[in-house]
């Protein structure tokens, strides 16, 4: 079935750990997003890539990288991670970042930092 | 920061009533979407409207958009209890990265 894959579904986390979360797609989507979620807050968007090579800092990319080496994959990293980074995470894609899209969005990763 | 904004934050009806979600902005839009989530589960997008578009239907679902204004409306027809859900719209500029913008979505509760 196409669409997006991302893992782990849940993570408790120690603080201080690195962590990758990962998210996979298989519709050729040029356009990959990663956002979190937290209650009251809505979704804000930490980093966006428009095509495979490239990246961009989105509203709170602070303590988060990515890289988009392929066009199917675009992990999420924590370097060292604290307890505000506990959140959902969602993963997202679209054909192009024009063009009028919506969003395909993965199931989330529930990700509690301790 | 949000640049679309849902009102109200919660609506809880009976089955068979129509819903009304409404969401307004701040800066010039190139489209506007809306997307549902039902608890614990990805978003899932429901319908766009271009800037240059007043209305658009889908099944039981009606948009309107009204750039004047910088305001939308989502109403569902006949609600059912599997709409009980979180809906969010989402707005996509001309401006800088070209990517979505969510506001803090309407709690949607349908009672049987």
């Known amino acids: 079935i196409a669409g997006i894959t991302q893992a782990p579904t849940s993570q408790i986390l120690a603080a201080g750990r690195r962590m990758t979360l990962r998210c996979t797609q298989d519709?050729?989507?040029?356009?990959m997003y990663w956002y979190r979620q937290d209650l009251g807050l809505g979704l804000r968007l930490i980093h966006y890539?428009?095509?495979?090579?490239?990246?961009g800092k989105g509203e709170v990319p602070d303590g988060y990288s990515v890289s988009r080496a392929n066009t199917d994959d675009f992990p999420l990293t924590l370097a060292s991670a604290v307890p505000s980074q506990t959140s959902v995470y969602f993963c997202?894609?679209?054909?192009?970042?024009?063009?009028?899209?919506?969003?395909?969005f993965g199931s989330g990763t529930r990700l509690t930092v301790v | 920061s949000q640049q679309g904004e849902e009102d109200p934050q919660a609506l809880s009806i009976q089955e068979g009533e129509n819903a009304t979600m409404n969401c307004s902005y701040k800066?010039?839009?190139?489209?506007l979407q809306w997307y549902r989530q039902n608890s614990g589960r990805g978003l899932v997008h429901l319908i766009l409207?271009?800037?240059?578009?007043r209305e658009k239907h889908s099944g039981r679902l009606r948009v309107t958009l009204d750039t004047s204004k910088k305001s939308s409306s989502l109403l569902i027809t006949a609600s059912r209890a599997a709409d009980t859900a979180s809906y969010f719209c989402?707005?996509?500029?001309?401006?800088?990265?070209?990517?979505?913008?969510f506001g803090q979505g309407t709690r949607l509760t349908i009672n049987p």
């Open positions: 800066t010039s839009i190139n489209n």
């Open positions: 409207i271009r800037s240059n578009e």
């Open positions: 997202a894609s679209r054909p192009s970042p024009g063009g009028g899209y919506g969003y395909t």
């Open positions: 890539s428009n095509t495979a090579g490239t990246t």
């Open positions: 989402a707005t996509d500029s001309f401006q800088g990265a070209q990517k979505l913008v």
């Open positions: 519709m050729r989507h040029n356009a």
